[in-house]
């Protein structure tokens, strides 16, 4: 199949929506925590987290429109600090339902059964049943103008991680945490190493670990 650009603007919105979330593959999938500033706590299920850099440590996160209430975004904008919480196959059904639009004063937490976790010094809420934590602070926010969505790029104050996921290195392995991957915005699917590769280097073959 070939769909030029006409094509793709000609497909029904749906159709649409649901090729061009999935056509980039796997994605992570997060729950990010937040509360807003009367103490509400909100859950949202994300997959749209991009590592910036590592000194400072810092992730981002893409989010739609201002054309419809987003109480993440509301939330991280009022006081600067939220969660990054990592799905596990064992939470998908409540993180999946995460997605619905649930009004501001309700909590996702307590609508999908899982347990807000709070750690002293972090103004924002963690999911418990997570296997992997952050504790973000907002560093900075980007209006895209393309499209009307926004990018908030957060630096990691805080990190909870078994010990047993990080190998030798020093990187995680996601397949030890039974972190999951998201294929556009109904598909889970689980992880598994298939191999390590060393350093590249231009006067050396490949070379697995």
């Known amino acids: ?99 619905a639009r649930y009004p501001g004063n309700v909590s996702e937490f307590a609508a999908t059964g899982l347990t807000e976790l709070w750690r002293d010094g972090h103004k924002a809420p963690f999911v418990d049943e997570a296997q992997v934590r952050m504790g973000m602070i907002l560093r900075d926010e980007l209006p895209l103008s393309i499209n009307g969505t926004h990018m908030i790029i957060g630096e990691i104050v805080s990190l909870e991680v078994p010990g047993n996921a990080i190998n030798e290195l020093g990187a995680l392995d996601p397949a030890k945490t039974d972190s999951i991957a998201i294929s556009g915005l109904d598909s889970y699917y689980r992880s598994s190493l298939l191999q390590r590769m060393a350093y590249a280097k231009p006067d050396k073959a490949p070379r697995r670990l």
């Open 1 to 99: 199949m070939h769909l030029s650009a006409n094509d793709i603007e000609d497909l029904e919105r749906r159709r649409r929506a649901a090729l061009i979330n999935s056509i980039t593959g796997f994605k992570p999938a997060n729950l990010v925590g937040t509360v807003d500033a009367q103490g509400r706590s909100n859950l949202a299920i994300m997959s749209s987290l991009v590592h910036i850099g590592s000194h400072p440590p810092l992730l981002a996160l893409v989010f739609r429109p201002d054309n419809a209430e987003r109480h993440t975004l509301d939330n991280i904008r009022e006081t600067g600090s939220y969660t990054i919480n990592h799905v596990h196959a064992g939470i998908i059904d409540a993180a999946h339902q995460t997605a």
